[in-house]
T-cell receptor, first 115, second 113 residues
């Protein structure tokens, strides 16, 4: 199994809603990442988990809250989002946090629309 | 700070022909990695090819190869025998040994039948 699975594929939420994005991999990878991508732009790193611990937070607003319950699962909890948060959210994984492994596998993303 | 520049926002190639996508980067580090990612309309980012800066030999993966010019800080991607499935956004990316992945702005490649 060489996949990173993200659910849901599409999500529409109101600014007062609470929702969660889910990312799962069963490749035994020990580093997992959340990226945000606007249309026709490159992905922007949000968070990195290394061995289930948050290792990088790219000054992301607190309305985004990551969680890594176990080595296979990564969640992104969303609360009180703004319309400008509408984007494609990508999850990625790599064998380890070192640069030589890089973000080798990406999921298909969750297309989030905030109304 | 490291930067990655892709000067071609859009490129077009005829099916079965060869196309080269350009990428330059700026860094003062000596230990780093370079990558090309492909993002088709399905949205999934796919790692196409990687190059370690310490390796002089250019990386190849089937129809994909790179021209890595370390002194010029250039890292171009050549796609041979282009196929319709190669149509996608291509991102060049840089990562230092201790840093995060830094992407260029992307080149949108279209393949004409």
């Amino acid at each position: 199994d060489t996949e990173v699975t993200q659910t849901p594929k599409h999500l529409v939420m109101g600014m007062t809603n609470k929702k969660s994005l889910k990312c799962e991999q069963h490749m035994g990878h020990r580093a997992m990442y959340w990226y945000k991508q606007k249309a026709k732009k490159p992905p922007e790193l949000m968070f990195v988990y290394s061995y289930e611990k948050l290792s990088i937070n790219e000054s992301v607003p607190s309305r985004f809250s990551p969680e890594c319950p176990n080595s296979s699962l990564l969640n992104l909890h969303l609360h009180a989002l703004q319309p400008e948060d509408s984007a494609l959210y990508l999850c990625a994984s790599s064998q380890g946090p070192g640069a030589q492994y890089t973000e080798a596998f990406f999921g298909q993303g969750t297309r989030l629309t905030v109304v | 700070a490291q930067t990655v520049t892709q000067s071609q926002p859009e490129m077009s190639v005829q099916e079965a022909e060869t196309v080269t996508l350009s990428c330059t980067y700026d860094t003062s580090e000596s230990d780093y990695y370079l990558f090309w990612y492909k993002q088709p309309p399905s949205r999934q980012m796919i790692l196409v090819i990687r190059q370690e800066a310490y390796k002089q030999q250019n990386a190849t993966e089937n129809r994909f190869s790179v021209n890595f010019q370390k002194a010029a800080k250039s890292f171009s991607l050549k796609i041979s025998d282009s196929q319709l499935g190669d149509a996608a956004m291509y991102f060049c990316a840089y990562r230092s040994a201790r840093g995060k992945l830094i992407f260029g702005q992307g080149t949108e490649l279209s393949v004409k039948p």
